[in-house]
C-alpha cells in the first residue's frame, strides 16, 4: 500500500482504547425495573407521601444532574440553571393552556425552548469567564424573575400559571405521574452520562483542565461550551415543564434564591463533577427536608442546612459518593466492585 493511501486511510480507534465508554445496557435495564417496581411497592403499602417525595427527587435530580454537567464537568461558572427549568415550566403550561396540546407533548416542548434560551443567553455568556459568567447568569435569574412577575399579563403575573396536569386524579394519579417522572429522569441521566464518557464529554473535560491545552488539539472552547449549555438546557426545561404540570403551577417563585442554593447544595453534597453525586445529594436534601429539617423552628432550618455543608466540605471535600466508595476500598469491602476515583471524578 502506497504512503499517500495510508494517510488519507482514516483512524480508528481500538475498542478499549479510548478514554470513553461503551453502553452496557444490562445493568442499566436491571437497575431501572427493580427501581421501577418501588413506587408500585410503597403504594401498595400506603405510603404516598413517599412517593411524592420520590418525584421531587427525581425532577430536582434531573435539574442538578444538568447543572453539574456544566458546573462540575465543564467547569463553567453558570448560576443560570434555573432560567431553563423555568423557562421549560412556562412554555409548557402556556401551549397547553392556549393550544390544548397534551401535557405528555408540551413538556417536549418546553425542554426544546429551554434549549434556544440557552444557546441565545449562552452566546454572550460564554465569551466571558469565572466569576463574570457566575454574575451574569445570577443577573439573569433576577431579572426573569422580576419580568415573569410584572411583565406582560399572559405569564399570569405572581399567581404564576394554572396549567392541566397529567391525569385526572384519582388514587393512581400519583403513582403514574411517577412512572412518567421515572421514565424522564431515565432519558435525561442516559443523555448526560452519554455525553459525559464521549469523545466530546473528554473534550469538556479538557477545556475545564486546561484550556490552552484544548485548544491546541483543535477544540473550540467557544462552540463546544455552546453546545453543552444548549444541551444542559434541554434537561432542565424538561424537569421545570414535568414539575409545573405534576404541581398544576408555575411562579416567578421557580426562581427563587432559596431553590438555587438547595441545587447547588444537592451538588457539592453528592459529589461535584460525578455522575452519581447529583442524584444522591437531590435524595440526602430532598428527605433530609421532609423529615427532619420541616419539624425544626423557625430559623433552624438554614442553620442546619449550612452546617451540613460546612462539615461535608471539612470531612469530604470531594462530596458523599466519592468519599463513601474511598472508604470502602479502603476497608477492603470485596463484595462491590473497585471503584477508580480517576474515572469518577472525571
Known amino acids: 500500500m502506497s504512503v499517500s493511501k495510508q494517510i488519507a486511510r482514516p483512524v480508528r480507534v481500538a475498542p478499549g482504547a479510548g478514554p470513553w465508554r461503551r453502553f452496557n445496557g444490562g445493568p442499566a435495564i436491571l437497575g431501572?425495573?427493580?427501581?421501577?417496581?418501588?413506587?408500585?411497592?410503597l403504594m401498595a403499602t400506603g405510603q404516598r407521601y413517599v412517593v411524592t417525595l420520590l418525584v421531587t427527587v427525581l425532577v430536582y435530580g434531573m435539574v442538578a444532574q444538568s447543572w453539574n454537567l456544566v458546573l462540575g464537568v465543564s467547569g463553567i461558572f453558570s448560576l443560570g440553571q434555573l432560567v431553563f427549568y423555568a423557562?421549560?415550566?412556562?412554555?409548557?403550561?402556556?401551549?397547553?393552556?392556549?393550544?390544548?396540546?397534551?401535557?405528555?407533548?408540551?413538556?417536549?416542548?418546553?425542554?426544546?425552548?429551554?434549549?434556544?434560551?440557552?444557546?441565545?443567553?449562552g452566546v454572550?455568556?460564554?465569551?466571558?469567564?469565572?466569576?463574570?459568567i457566575a454574575l451574569l447568569t445570577l443577573g439573569f435569574v433576577m431579572l426573569l424573575q422580576n419580568y415573569l412577575g410584572t411583565g406582560p399579563s399572559f405569564f399570569g403575573g405572581f399567581y404564576g400559571l394554572q396549567p392541566?396536569?397529567?391525569?385526572?386524579g384519582g388514587a393512581g394519579s400519583v403513582l403514574v405521574i411517577c412512572y412518567i417522572g421515572l421514565a424522564l429522569f431515565a432519558i435525561t441521566m442516559f443523555a448526560v452520562w452519554r455525553i459525559m464518557h464521549s469523545p466530546v464529554g473528554v473534550a469538556f473535560l479538557a477545556l475545564r483542565d486546561s484550556e490552552v491545552y484544548a485548544i491546541s488539539r483543535g477544540i473550540d472552547p467557544f462552540r463546544f461550551k455552546l453546545l453543552l449549555f444548549a444541551y444542559s438546557a434541554f434537561f432542565a426545561g424538561l424537569a421545570g415543564a414535568f414539575m409545573a404540570h405534576y404541581q398544576q403551577s408555575v411562579t416567578p417563585s421557580t426562581l427563587d434564591f432559596t431553590l438555587l442554593t438547595n441545587l447547588i447544595m444537592m451538588i457539592v453534597i453528592g459529589g461535584w463533577g460525578t455522575f452519581w453525586g447529583p442524584i444522591v445529594g437531590a435524595?440526602?436534601?430532598?428527605?433530609?427536608?421532609?423529615?427532619?429539617?420541616?419539624?425544626?423552628?423557625?430559623?433552624?432550618?438554614?442553620?442546619?442546612?449550612?452546617?451540613l455543608l460546612v462539615v461535608v466540605v471539612v470531612v469530604a471535600p470531594a462530596g458523599v459518593v466519592p468519599t463513601v466508595a474511598r472508604w470502602v476500598n479502603r476497608l477492603g469491602?470485596?463484595?462491590?466492585?473497585?471503584?477508580?476515583?480517576?474515572?469518577?471524578?472525571v
Not at 402556556?94 to 440557552?118: C, E, K, M, Y
Not at 392541566?164 to 385526572?168: A, W
Open 283 to 307: 435524595a440526602i436534601l430532598v428527605f433530609l427536608d421532609s423529615y427532619v429539617l420541616r419539624n425544626l423552628a423557625a430559623g433552624w432550618h438554614e442553620l442546619v442546612l449550612g452546617a
Open 164 to 168: 392541566p396536569g397529567f391525569s385526572s
Open 87 to 121: 423557562t421549560g415550566g412556562y412554555v409548557s403550561s402556556l401551549v397547553t393552556i392556549h393550544t390544548g396540546l397534551s401535557p405528555f407533548l408540551a413538556i417536549w416542548l418546553g425542554g426544546l425552548a429551554a434549549a434556544l434560551v440557552g444557546l441565545v443567553v
Open 32 to 41: 431501572l425495573v427493580l427501581a421501577a417496581g418501588v413506587p408500585w411497592l
Open 333 to 345: 469491602a470485596r463484595v462491590l466492585p473497585e471503584f477508580d476515583e480517576e474515572e469518577e471524578l
Open 124 to 132: 454572550p455568556i460564554l465569551r466571558l469567564r469565572g466569576i463574570y
